[in-house]
């Protein structure tokens, strides 16, 4: 069996992108909201069923730039989760303000709604929820939190790219909603990532925050930076767009064939399905109880690593257990997370992965059951 890694990007056929692309050589127009921009824009706003979006050149500057557009106190405290990518925290920390971590819900591993307004002080500003492995948090719960405390919402969406919650496109909760268009995600533009949002007075300052600040050619009306999708990046997302339907009904062919392995495995347990949820089967977590199942999570990526197969400890460690923090957080504050990042294993899933393959990893990981 070739080496099989935990993921592989989306591509369009080569022809169809050099099509898309043939217009900038005309143009000469390569960056700065040109055609394409526009165009992956307007689709966007239309797949994503949001009422304004904002483009950027990756993830997690659109999460640094939602915290900024909202203009949150210097020092303000963000509940927020440290089951997640390096990204979500560092987009709090990066603004000058102060992460608190909340604990997460066992099943759905997004935050625990029922532990946010215990860590609510006079410096809370905002809260930073994470909807993980596209499982979508207790919106309904989370907002009437922030209603009643006058606190902000930003979502980190990056896994939940066209996902529905009761029929309601995800990015239409909260102040902002964050996505990424990496090129490891369900739809990816390279590199690449969107706000998604009502007011327009922030989308305004998203516009600005992402090119410099700059809102005419002698105004220069906020410190931004430079975060602007590019043409190319751009057209690779109109293509990648054009085939993400057939792409998501592949990658839940596979989700389909790990589950009939896996489900009901003492010891083993899978993500939680929400009924509510259309899903975009992004990732496929699986969570390891050694004294049930016989082997742990490292023993179990290990042997799948002697045959070739790439699995991720995805997430771990935790955020507020990173060496950068230099011990400023404690994770005993999160104990679920640190019990949950010790059991969890995402295993390869891409919509070109072959259903034997599936068959050959579900194989290797019985062999370590006793
Ligand atoms: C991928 C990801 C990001 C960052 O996105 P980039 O486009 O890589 O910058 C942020 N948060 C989460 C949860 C992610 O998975």
């Known amino acids: 069996m070739d080496k099989i890694l935990v993921t592989r990007s989306s591509i369009p056929p080569l022809e169809e992108y050099v099509e898309e692309i043939k217009p900038l050589w005309e143009s000469h127009w390569l960056t700065n909201m040109g055609e394409k921009h526009k165009a992956l824009q307007a689709e966007l706003k239309k797949y994503l069923e949001v009422p304004e979006i904002e483009l950027f050149t990756n993830g997690h500057m659109a999460l640094e730039m939602a915290l900024q557009a909202l203009e949150l106190p210097e020092g303000g405290e963000v509940i927020t989760t440290p089951f997640t990518f ?50 979508i948090c207790d919106v309904d719960a989370i907002g009437a939190i922030a209603k009643r405390h006058g606190l902000r919402v930003v979502y980190d969406a990056a896994h939940a790219f066209g996902e529905t919650y009761k029929g309601v496109g995800v990015g239409n909760f909260g102040d902002i909603s964050c996505f990424s268009f990496h090129a490891t995600k369900v739809f990816n533009t390279i590199e690449g990532g969107a706000a998604t949002y009502r007011d327009p007075e922030l989308g305004k300052r998203l516009y600005e925050l992402k090119n410099f600040g700059i809102r005419g050619p002698e105004s220069v009306v906020s410190v931004g930076a430079n975060a602007k999708m590019n043409e190319f990046c751009a057209a690779m997302g109109l293509c990648n767009l054009r085939h993400l339907e057939v792409e998501i009904k592949k990658r839940q062919a596979v989700v389909e064939r790990y589950r009939e392995h896996l489900e009901g ?32 999570r490292d023993q179990v990526m290990e042997r799948l690593a002697e045959n070739g197969i790439g699995a991720r400890k995805y997430f771990y460690p935790l955020t507020n257990a990173f060496g950068c923090f230099q011990g400023k957080y404690d994770m005993s504050d999160t104990p679920i997370a640190a019990e949950l990042a010790d059991k969890v294993l995402t295993l390869p899933l891409y919509a070109d992965l072959l259903l034997e393959t599936v068959d050959s990893i579900c194989d290797i990981i019985m062999e370590l059951k006793r």
């Not at 003492?266 to 699986?286: D, H, K, R, S, T």
């Open 265 to 296: 495995i003492p010891g083993i347990q899978l993500n939680a399905v929400q009924a509510e949820v259309q899903y975009n089967y992004a990732y496929f977590p699986v969570l390891f109880d050694e004294r049930e199942f016989g082997a742990n």
């Open 86 to 135: 390096a990204s979500t925290t560092h987009a709090i920390v990066r603004n000058g303000l102060e992460p608190v971590f909340c604990d997460i819900d066992p099943e759905t591993f997004t935050m625990d709604p029922g532990k946010i307004e215990a860590l609510i002080t006079p410096k809370t500003c905002a809260i930073l929820p994470v909807h993980v492995y596209g499982n």
